[in-house]
């Protein structure tokens, strides 16, 4: 879009704004065609996280989904996880990052007020922005997804681990 073509191991920033020099209107036209249910449809699976999520369910882990897609966003989430058998795990949307209206009263919309009244005991995240959203959990054990926009960050603590696929994710929640 925009004439851009920015290789992916060049994106520094979780913040695409930031990372392509966007406009705020660009940015505005680029997150609501990249949150089109065509496009997030059409997403591959990285390798290895259908298998690894279905074996902690399996193994009767408490699985949640807790993402900071918008909540238009929501029924071609839902989709793709059903698609790829991950059909028992509840989805939910958090706006975290301050950017979408919220539908109150929905069985997948979670404020955070919610949100901080849950318990985790592992958490996958490759954002450094949304670290802040585990402080309330001290003893959290964090698998950070190795991403270009997260190499140079420091974690908080000793419980963050840096993950470079989901097989490794699989051995350090054991």
Not at 34 to 57: C, D, F, I, M, Q
Not at 82 to 107: A, Q, T, V
Request: net charge negative; glycine share 4%.
């Amino acid at each position: 879009m925009f004439g851009l073509d920015i290789p992916y191991e060049e994106i520094r920033y979780f913040n695409l704004q930031k990372s392509f020099s966007l406009t705020d209107g660009q940015y505005d036209k680029m997150m609501a065609h990249a949150h089109r249910p065509e496009e997030l449809l059409s997403y591959e699976e990285t390798p290895g996280a259908v298998k690894a999520v279905s074996r902690w369910l399996d193994e009767r882990h408490d699985v949640k989904i807790i993402t900071g897609r918008p909540v238009s966003a929501y029924e071609a989430s839902r989709e793709w996880l059903d698609w790829h058998g991950l059909e028992r795990i509840p989805l939910f949307c958090l706006n975290k990052y301050g950017r979408d209206n919220f539908m109150k009263g929905s069985s997948f919309n979670l404020e955070l007020e919610d949100y901080y009244k849950m318990h985790f005991d592992y958490a996958v995240e490759d954002s450094p922005c949304a670290f802040k959203f585990f402080e309330h959990l001290p003893d959290l054990k964090v698998m950070v997804f190795d991403r270009p926009w997260n190499r140079e960050c420091e974690f908080p603590n000793k419980n963050y681990i840096r993950c470079f696929d989901w097989e490794m994710m699989e051995v350090q929640h054991v």
